[in-house]
């Protein structure tokens, strides 16, 4: 769907999914959106709810397994017709997560599940995404939030349905650590582990990619130069063409072991090449706090 609303229809917002996958955090940030957000309302009553005269704000609907009368097979057969209405721009969004980390999810916050009443978690988990699976097929929108933190979650959910689209097109350049797991909301992810590793070197193993030290021994390595403007030249096609197809948010990882040297510096030297060009990146490191590890690290190399 996309993120500008040039006309006068209103926009309503379908938000479903599997318990604990994440239906509260994103109708929260969709108020702090500008939308109207309503939770468990009861399906039966969408039709009435917005059978008459529309407002113009954007209206967003939360309902899930657990809300009264709730039959995957009504709900379709209520929104298709609610479809053929062209006062509406009407959407589905279904929040899907691995049944291992709902489990995790339901057990560190000590919640039962609604469908497991006396038996395991995984259990109901089971049949609620059985019963959950005509919407989860039949929706506009999937997000999978298994590997999402909150804020990951927050920004996937601005950029599917901020109500206007942002003046420019706005660049996110992160450095993480594959050791501490890939950055779930990434587009474009390059690995510069091919790189010669400041952490084998005693004295720049406290310090960071932001520290000249770490620069200058990056710096020497004779790959870095011909990848680092390849990236660079890359980059530079590639975003106004994601502007030209009106891509609001372009987020691009650079990754190394650890997350605080290879990487780090890689970013900030990018930020700055993409600035020369034209653009404006906002630059995230995402371990740089992390303490180094040799364990992480690997085996030093001759």
Same mark, same amino acid.
């Given at each position: 769907?996309?993120?500008?609303?040039?006309?006068?229809?209103?926009?309503?917002?379908?938000?479903?999914?599997?318990?604990?996958?994440?239906?509260?955090?994103?109708?929260?940030?969709?108020?702090?959106?500008?939308?109207?957000?309503?939770?468990?309302?009861?399906?039966?009553?969408?039709?009435?709810?917005?059978?008459?005269?529309?407002?113009?704000?954007?209206?967003?609907?939360?309902?899930?397994?657990?809300?009264?009368?709730?039959?995957?097979?009504?709900?379709?057969?209520?929104?298709?017709?609610?479809?053929?209405?062209?006062?509406?721009?009407?959407?589905?969004?279904?929040?899907?997560?691995?049944?291992?980390?709902?489990?995790?999810?339901?057990?560190?916050?000590?919640?039962?599940? @609604?469908?497991?009443?006396?038996? %395991? #978690? /995984?259990?109901?988990?089971?049949?609620? +995404?059985? *019963?959950?699976? !005509?919407?989860?097929?039949?929706?506009?929108?999937?997000?999978?939030?298994?590997?999402?933190?909150?804020?990951?979650?927050?920004?996937?959910?601005?950029?599917?349905?901020?109500?206007?689209?942002?003046?420019?097109?706005?660049?996110?350049?992160?450095?993480?650590? @594959?050791?501490?797991?890939?950055? %779930? #909301? /990434?587009?474009?992810?390059?690995?510069? +582990?091919? *790189?010669?590793? !400041?952490?084998?070197?005693?004295?720049?193993?406290?310090?960071?990619?932001?520290?000249?030290?770490?620069?200058?021994?990056?710096?020497?390595?004779?790959?870095?130069?011909?990848?680092?403007?390849?990236?660079?030249?890359?980059?530079?096609?590639?975003?106004?063409?994601?502007?030209?197809?009106?891509?609001?948010?372009?987020?691009?990882?650079?990754?190394?072991?650890?997350?605080?040297?290879?990487?780090?510096?890689?970013?900030?030297?990018?930020?700055?090449?993409?600035?020369?060009?034209?653009?404006?990146?906002?630059?995230?490191?995402?371990?740089?706090?992390?303490?180094?590890?040799?364990?992480?690290?690997?085996?030093?190399?001759?």
């Amino acid at each position: 769907m996309s993120s500008e609303h040039a006309d006068n229809r209103q926009r309503i917002l379908l938000v479903t999914g599997m318990l604990g996958a994440g239906k509260s955090t994103a109708l929260r940030e969709l108020e702090d959106l500008g939308w109207e957000a309503i939770d468990n309302f009861p399906i039966r009553l969408l039709q009435r709810l917005i059978g008459g005269d529309v407002g113009q704000q954007s209206l967003a609907i939360g309902f899930d397994c657990r809300t009264r009368g709730f039959v995957p097979a009504d709900v379709i057969e209520r929104v298709k017709k609610l479809t053929n209405r062209e006062d509406l721009v009407l959407t589905t969004l279904f929040l899907d997560c691995s049944g291992h980390e709902l489990e995790r999810r339901f057990n560190e916050t000590r919640r039962r599940h @609604f469908l497991a009443q006396d038996m %395991p #978690v /995984a259990t109901g988990i089971a049949a609620e +995404r059985e *019963l959950m699976g !005509p919407l989860r097929r039949w929706a506009d929108v999937l997000i999978d939030t298994s590997n999402f933190s909150t804020n990951d979650l927050k920004q996937s959910i601005r950029e599917h349905f901020a109500p206007t689209a942002p003046q420019e097109m706005t660049v996110t350049i992160t450095s993480f650590g @594959f050791s501490r797991g890939m950055p %779930p #909301v /990434a587009d474009l992810v390059f690995d510069m +582990r091919f *790189l010669n590793n !400041p952490h084998w070197d005693p004295e720049l193993r406290p310090l960071t990619g932001k520290d000249q030290g770490v620069g200058d021994h990056i710096e020497k390595d004779p790959a870095f130069a011909s990848v680092f403007a390849r990236i660079r030249d890359l980059l530079l096609e590639l975003l106004p063409r994601y502007a030209a197809q009106g891509k609001s948010y372009v987020n691009i990882a650079f990754g190394c072991t650890g997350g605080r040297h290879r990487s780090v510096y890689t970013a900030e030297r990018m930020a700055g090449a993409l600035r020369d060009g034209g653009f404006s990146p906002t630059v995230l490191h995402r371990n740089l706090g992390s303490r180094a590890s040799e364990m992480l690290e690997g085996p030093q190399q001759p």
